[in-house]
């Protein structure tokens, strides 16, 4: 399963951002427990958002309750993450994964997602 991330940028605090994780050819990724997590330089990575999809339970950081929202788009077949009210705070690389229907994963580590994408950069300054 490859996954890409995309629709990172540079943008002023305050300021919204949108991130997308696509799956390659022949994946589904309705069938796939999706998550996105973020690295900052110097720290650990952690979990940002995940969606279940036995459940379809939501799973989100503290630090970003009420400020982003993890969505499917099923016409598109992306898992999305809607980023408001950006501050320094939320500078990293941002990563999505993937987790087989029915594994088991951390969500606020990652551990046990079997697949990952390669990252995109979100960097919130004025």
């Known amino acids: 399963v490859q996954l890409q991330a995309c629709g990172g940028g540079l943008v002023q605090p305050g300021g919204s951002l949108r991130l997308s994780c696509a799956a390659g050819?022949?994946?589904?990724?309705?069938?796939?427990?999706i998550g996105w997590f973020r690295q900052a330089p110097g720290k650990e990575r952690e979990g940002v958002a995940c969606l279940r999809t036995t459940d379809g339970d939501i799973y989100y950081a503290d630090s970003v309750k009420g400020r982003f929202t993890i969505s499917r788009d099923n016409v598109k077949d992306t898992v999305d993450l809607q980023m408001n009210s950006l501050d320094s705070e939320d500078t990293a690389v941002y990563y999505c994964?993937?987790?087989?229907?029915?594994?088991?994963?951390?969500?606020?580590?990652?551990?046990?997602?079997?697949?990952w994408g390669k990252g995109t950069l979100v960097t919130v300054s004025s």
């Open positions: 994964a993937a987790a087989g229907y029915y594994n088991s994963y951390d969500p606020k580590s990652g551990r046990g997602m079997d697949y």
């Open positions: 050819p022949g994946t589904v990724l309705d069938y796939y427990g």
